[in-house]
């Protein structure tokens, strides 16, 4: 398996992400890239909490990187407000929060014909309404348990813009300063280092190139 690899300079792996319940194909992909010099973190469980993997899963990957290489931190990102947050936080030094809410219909799934409300339905954010502000509220509320559970001095929160749309629940790609203001956003409440998600990275930069307002 190739890791897939970001950031240019710093390099973040992200081949556990798709096999870190399986411990002997974690020990492999960390035997093999865990020297590189340019390395900046794991990222092990992408939305664990939302696919309901083990709420052991990440602790137990977590504790065999460290066993490897206890010097690179780990990630990974949650996509619910708040479900299980201590089972799989637990197995993680950097938390994300991927609050994907332009393009949404924050209240009927237009991919499973539902209505959403705040305890059933998926319209592709969480709890979410629609607005910048689910952002600044998932940061904080992440902090807000964080604190709860004492680890605000050894986990950080990083945070996931968006940076794709046109399928799915979201009607369309977020413009330029959308994706600026979705990470200053997460920044000023709190977040200390961001990723991007995107489907079409070549498609995606030529529409924001063309598109600096905000919507």
Known sequence: MVCRTTFGAANVADCPRRTYKNLSAVEEEISRIKS??????????????GWGDPLDATTTAYDKIYDMDGY??????????DYEFEAYTAGTD???????????NATHSVVWDTECTSDY???GCDNCVGEYEDISRRVDQFG?????????????????????????Y???IPAGKEWVLQSMLAVTHGALGMFHSVYHPILLAHRISRNHSLE
């Not at 690179?72 to 407000?81: A, D, E, F, K, T």
């Not at 950097?94 to 949404?104: E, L, S, T």
């Not at 348990?145 to 794709?164: H, P, Y």
Request: aromatic fraction near 10%; include cysteine.
């Open 36 to 49: 590189r010099k340019n390395l900046l973190l794991w990222y092990t469980a992408d939305e664990p909490d």
């Open 72 to 81: 690179h931190p780990v990630s990974l990102v949650l996509n619910c407000q």
């Open 94 to 104: 950097i938390v994300m929060q991927d609050a994907y809410m332009i393009g949404i």
């Open 121 to 123: 339905g998926d319209c």
């Open 144 to 168: 807000d348990q964080l604190r709860a559970l004492g680890w605000e001095r050894t986990k950080a929160i990083w945070t996931v813009s968006q940076a794709f749309g046109g399928s799915s």
């Open 170 to 172: 979201w009607s369309r």
